[in-house]
């Protein structure tokens, strides 16, 4: 590519596509990326695509969350890749045969964010109008209306123990300890080393938390056994939701944007939620993100990227500084003695014109330079010699 060269008179690197140089095109003076509106419309641009993007990746609308408790949590502190307060999820609708629970993810080994199973987004007993829930699905439990009972089906491939020291389960209050179809509300569910804590799950199938309906068991990663569907103070219902039925999931979590969902936090008055270290993480990402933009930005402005229409302003800038010098000047006042010593004009001799405007110096070009410095002997004049005065005779008889 070709640097640009005002000196340069032989090409003409300024000319723009269109120049009338007799192709009967008209000349181009404005383009869209010289305008003060670019920049902010492209950046408007960016951030249409990136949502329609993550639109098109969840299926939801919003497409992303910002996690509001440390529910989720693993240990006080921020730990990267797992979720904290402060950090943005985003919701990816699903079927119901694509949600992996709990005790499922153990049996095959898949895990998100640190744990076994899947994540999951749901408004609690159904009601849009509250905050949405970010919890982990721990097991599906199938309501029989007909005979008022429940099947527990996804249990089926652990462990029947009460003394195993990997996750199993037990089934209390019936003969057969491991039964999982048509449980009684005399019964209970045990489930032996769940989560972070290895703690145990105790589900008594009488529970008003649970509800007379299909649904996941769901669990904070922090909440030390204490599952959503647990009967709350007051013993009518449960402490955040019944059963999550289907219908109330937003969707699964499949990734994330750490830290910036603690602007939210920030503005809603729960920024103590953040652990501390998520605002140094966020402030030298957005330092980064500012420090990257701004390289990008003058890199795009070095010689040879920016427009060539910005060039050509320049070098008419250039050129019209010694006019503009010149006329912005200001003559020489004469003193008194020489306006006094003037001689008389009468009043209706017409003014004289003011002298042409000088003509800006003109660089030389190369050619001419190198015929400065290169002329021949003939081209150059040769000197004149000098010839000695002629003496006067009676000059000679004086110094006699």
Known sequence: ???????????????????????????????????????????????????????????????????????????????????????????????????????????????????????????????????????????????????????????????????????????SGTASNCNLVGLTGAEGIHLYHVGQSSVTLVVDLDSPGLGTHSGFLTLGDNNSGSYDQSVAVNGTGAKISSLVKPAWIIGIARGMIPWFGAIKLLFEGDAGLVPSQSWEFLGLTIAAVLFLALGVHYLLRREGVESRLRKREEAERRSAEPEEEEAGREAPRPSRFATAMRPWKPDNEPARAAPPPTPPRRRPTYDESRRSHFVSHRERPRPHARRPAPRDPDEDDEDL
């Open 1 to 171: 590519m070709r640097g640009w060269d005002p000196d340069d008179e032989d090409v003409d690197d300024l000319d723009l596509p269109g120049d009338d140089r007799g192709d009967g095109k008209w000349p181009v003076y404005w383009r869209a990326r010289d305008s003060l509106f670019f920049e902010p419309l492209v950046a408007l641009a960016i951030v249409a695509v990136l949502l329609v993007s993550l639109f098109a990746y969840t299926g939801n609308w919003p497409p992303v969350y910002a996690i509001e408790s440390n529910s989720m949590q693993h240990g006080s502190g921020d730990h990267v890749g797992f979720l904290n307060a402060g950090d943005i999820v985003l919701a990816q609708k699903v079927s119901l045969g694509s949600i992996v629970p709990y005790v499922i993810g153990v049996q095959t080994g898949f895990s998100t964010y640190g744990e076994p199973g899947d994540v999951l987004l749901y408004y609690p007993y159904g009601q849009t109008s509250q905050t949405p829930i970010i919890h982990r699905a721990i097991f599906f439990l199938q309501w029989n209306p007909s005979n008022s009972t429940f099947n527990a089906t996804d249990l089926g491939g652990l462990l029947c123990s009460d003394s195993s020291s990997s996750v199993s389960y037990y089934i």
